[in-house]
Each structure stands twice: as C-alpha cells, then as structure tokens.
C-alpha cells in the first residue's frame, strides 16, 4: 500500500483511549438529558476516534473552513458521539455535553446546523450519503480542492434506496475524493437489521455499485487506521469502509443484546463507565490533537448579489412557456456568476434546464430519475456557501423527495427549486405527470418562498429573485405557451402582487396565476360584455402572501374575491387568500381548483372539464355577486 506506516504502539493506544473517552460522554450525556442513544454511539466509537485523531484534517477553530474535511453523521440519532468528538477536539468544554437535549441547548438529539460544526441536519435516515455526495462533487469538479469527505451510516439505514442512489451517483462521477463508512453493529431499532453481520452480502453489494470496498473490524484502531490510508490513496472510485461492530460495545451485560436502542442506561450507567474507566491506559488529557497540516486550497468564492446578464427581451403579446423562460434566466444568471449551477433528473429537455450546458457543461449535473438523490446532493452542494443550486424536474416528481426537502430546511440550506409540468394544462400525459400538490407542499416548508410566475418576463425575474434569497425557494413553471403581458423593465418583488387588470367600476377580485391567469383575462373580456367589470391580480409569489394588496383590492372590489388555479384546492393559492383575508369582515372568497384526479385529454378540454378556464370564472363571478 502507497506509504502506508503503521502507528506507533503509543497512538494506537491513544486513539483506542479516546474512544473509551467517547463512549463515556456519550454515557454521562444520554444520562443527563434521560434519552438518547448511547449503545449506537458505542459501536462507532473507534471509528469517531480514528477519524477525528488521526485521519481527518480540520480547523477547530473554524470548523466550517473552506477547505477542511467534512463529516457527515448520516446516523443522525448517534450525534452525542459526535459532540463528545468535537467537545475532545477542544471546540468547547466536555461539561457543556451534559447538556445534551436541553431546549434551547444546540446540543439537540440530532445534528443540526445550529451547530457551527455541523453541515446538514441528519436523523431522518437515509439522507447523509446523497448530502455527502454533493460535498464531493462540489470538491472535486468546482473548488478542485485537496478536502475529503467522510460519511457514517447506519446498517439499519442502509435499506433505505436513498442510500443507493447516492452510491451510484458517487460511483458513476468517480468521486474518490469521498469515503463511506458503513457502521455494521447488527441490531436495529425493533429488532435485528435485515443482513446482520452478513458482510461478504454487504460487500458484494456495494462492490456491484462500483465502489473500493474494505471489510474491517469496526473496533480495531489498526484496522480503521489502515482503511482510512487506503481511501485516501484510491483514485477513479469511492471507498466503502464496511464496519463490522457490536451496539453497545464494551457495555457489560449490553453489548450486542436486544432492546437497548435509543435509551439512557439508566442504573447501569455508573457499572459501565466504570468499567470503560479502567480500561483507559492514559485517562488525562490527550497527547493527540487534530490540529493536522491542510492543504488551504479552495478558492475564495462569492455567491451574493447575483444579476441576470442582460434584462428581459420580448414582446407584449409574444407566445413563450414559462418553463423556458427558466432555462433563458437560468443561462444569464450562469453567465454572471460561475457558482450557478444546475441540477436535473434525466428531465432537462422538458425542464429546460439543459440550457446550461451552453455556458458551461460542467455546471449541469445530471442526477439521472433518483429524485431522492437529486435534492440531497443539492442539498450538499450548497454547504459552506460554495454553489447556489437550481435543482429542476416535473414539479410532481418532488413529492417523492418532500422528506428531503424538509430536511433541506432543517439544515438551513439555500436551494432553489423549479418544477415544471403542473396542473391538468400539460394535457395528455395525464394525472401521473401533473403536479397539483407541489404549491401545498413547498408553502408547509419553515421559510419557504414560493414563486408562481405568470409570464416570461416575472419568470425571469424570479430566477433572479430565487438565486439572492435564503431558504428553500420553489418555482413553479408551466408546459402551455402563455402571453407575455409585462414589460421587460417591470420590478418584481417578493411578497409584492400585481394588478393586471383594474377599473374604478370593479365588482370581483379575480385572483389566478399563469395559465388561470390568462383564463381570468379571457373571462374578464366576456363579463364586460355583459357589464360586469371585474380586477384580476397576480400574486407573483405565493409565500410570503401580499395580504395587504389583496386586501385593499377586494375591498375595492366589493369584498368579492375569486381564485382561480390549476392545482388541488387544498394548501393552494385559495387558501393561501383565504388565510390572508381571515381577519377582514365582509370579505367573500370562492375558489376554483381541480376537485378531484384529472385523467388525459387536450389542455383545454381538461382546464373546461376541472372547472377552471374562463367559461368557469365568468360563473363564478356571477354566483359570488348574488351573495
């Protein structure tokens, strides 16, 4: 093996002293706060000491620095073990660990990023590797930086297809600068893991997915030491450290016994620190600190204040699909700053997200149909503020990665989301293809913004917006050429709706956004022949709500208020209005909305058949004004 030495007998003594050291605080920590995991943090132990005192390189300091290694505890519920690591590091006192799980404590039951050495929020299992994946990614293609990344998952966790997504994605964009630890310790939550300690099984697996695979004693420091050394050496494919451990190793009368997930020891506690006491060789202070030599060499990189190139350019009038304004906003953000970056699942043609690749083909990454995997090595791709993401696909297919996505809050990323496709509008592909939940879904997420444009130009514009705006942002495109209907220099503002349509004789606010949008228009046409005048307003953004325009309109408008949308009617724009006019009297809001499963047919045919194209609207306004 390239330059590999075996440490000397005295640091391998100390690295299996520090794991004792780990098992202890996890111990003492789970017993202050009476909960938590300390038998899962034990069967990593070693492999936590080996990491952080020999193998990885950091600043303690500056635990986020560009150009440290990263780590990522996919196995989220053992986080006291990786506090009681950091707390060792010296990044803040060991007594600060027994506050464990006390609100308003960072030192939460899982990790978060309220924690300055903390990523991305891990627990909900499944997710780390894909995360760690986007780390990667971001190292080897863009920052072309010497940082490696580290991530540990559970055995139990390893069921999940999320996590091998994740392994074919590293494997097929050859990111040996990535290394995954399985922690094999056999038991699950309920019961034992479906392979136990089947480890040729293991092997086999994640060798047939293209990675180096290395089978070691999770407990042996030789072992994980030389592992290590060879991850770091292995070029053109990810290592895979199969650990084989025992929950609750070194816990008498627990070790490798049922029943003992996710509980404080309770009156064992002082029989098993006592025990991991007297088999401490050095119980004082470490001789090893991690502070190892780095190699700083990731680049200085500014995602702020990002512009489109050139402004808008159409004509009022002209005929152009929302969802290809994304792909022209996408390419003038790109041109502006070279940590725009895109990401699709294998429905970039449709999404038009393959135009960046006429700036720059690297900056697309195709993430293939494994949607669970795209949002998290997104996700990954944004930490430490190293790219700002545009992750696209049919706005349905998100649903299937929304645990993802909540997660993406949870680690307070910035990510911008397009999806495209939704609403019976796209026509004959049918109910499986439409997005009608996507607006509900992104509006539940904690400080979302979510843009529904209604033309090209506030498409644009909202790409703009999106690119400079924390949290999880969501825009939601259209297939249908629709008219573009503002100006090119027309400001556009988050939370800030337009009034598109207005009369001092207005009787009925009509509210819809693209497709419905331009139904309102039609059906606004044929009410004024009649001698009905109504208002049409464009939210332009669905969260953050402009409650104040809406309100102030339909009062002008006689306290009347329709809603219009090509989405379910549950958690979308008619109750976004609904929620916004709660507080006012005499305000009155029906909605349109597709009430039940679509099924195939011409865009038009289906906007008649669910009830919201302009024929719709126009008896709509007619019922609401009897009331």
Known sequence: MTNYHKPESKTIQELKDIANKLRIHSIQATQASKSGHPTSCSSMAEVMSVLFFHTMRYKVSTPRDASSDRFVLSKGHAAPILYAAWAEAGLFPTNELLNLRKFGNDLEGHPTPRLNFVDVGTGSLGQGLSNAAGMAYVGKYYDKASYRVYCLIGDGESAEGSIWEALHFSSIYKLDNLCVVFDINRLGQSEPTSLQHNMDIYRKRVEAFGLNSIVVDGHSVEELVKAFHEAQHTKGRPTAILAKTYKGK????????????????????????????????????LALRPQKPLVDDAPIVDITHVKLDTPPAYKIGEQVATRAAYGTALVKIARNNSRVIALDGDTKNSTFSEKMKTVDPSRFIECFIAEQNLVGVAIGAACRDRTIPFVSAFATFFTRAFDQIRMGAISQTNINFVGSHCGVSIGEDGPSQMGLEDIAMFRCVPGSTVFYPSDAVSTERAVELAANTKGICFIRTSRPNSPVIYKNDETFIIGKAKIVRSSPKDQVLVIGACVTLHEAVKA?????????????????????IDSATIIKNAKEAGGKIVTVEDHYPEGGIGEAVASAVSGERDIVVKKLAVKEVPRSGPPATLLDAFGINAKHIVMAVQEILKV
């Open 524 to 544: 606004a046409d044929e009410l004024a022949k009649t001698g009905i005048h109504v208002r049409i307003l464009d939210p332009f953004t669905i969260k953050p």
């Open 250 to 285: 070194s816990f008498p009368d627990i070790e490798n016994l049922e029943n003992w997930h996710g509980k404080a020891l309770g009156s064992k506690a002082d029989e098993v620190v006592q025990h991991l006491t007297a088999m401490l060789k050095n119980p004082g202070p």
